[in-house]
């Protein structure tokens, strides 16, 4: 059995380092079925919550100047 070697690097050419060509891909994934109708649902007997202050969490802050440098 006789040996080649050759100077400097190159691209490994025997089988078991390439990458098969025959691959295939895999079925898309299933869609889900609908298994249910959701109903629409009566309004809460108590009503609603309604937090006394909550006006207060949406206003809108006034801006301040920007601080010049002079």
């Known amino acids: 059995m006789e040996v080649i070697v050759e100077e400097g690097c190159s691209t490994p050419r025997h ?3 390439q990458i098969p060509a025959d691959l ?9 079925k609908v298994g249910y109708v959701m109903k629409q649902r009566d309004p809460p007997k108590n009503g609603y919550f309604q937090p006394p202050d909550l ?3 949406f206003t809108i802050a006034p ?3 920007a601080f010049a440098w002079t």
């Open 55 to 57: 006006e207060v969490l």
């Open 63 to 65: 801006r301040r100047e």
């Open 15 to 17: 089988s078991e380092c």
């Open 24 to 32: 295939a891909c895999p079925p898309a994934p299933k869609k889900k």
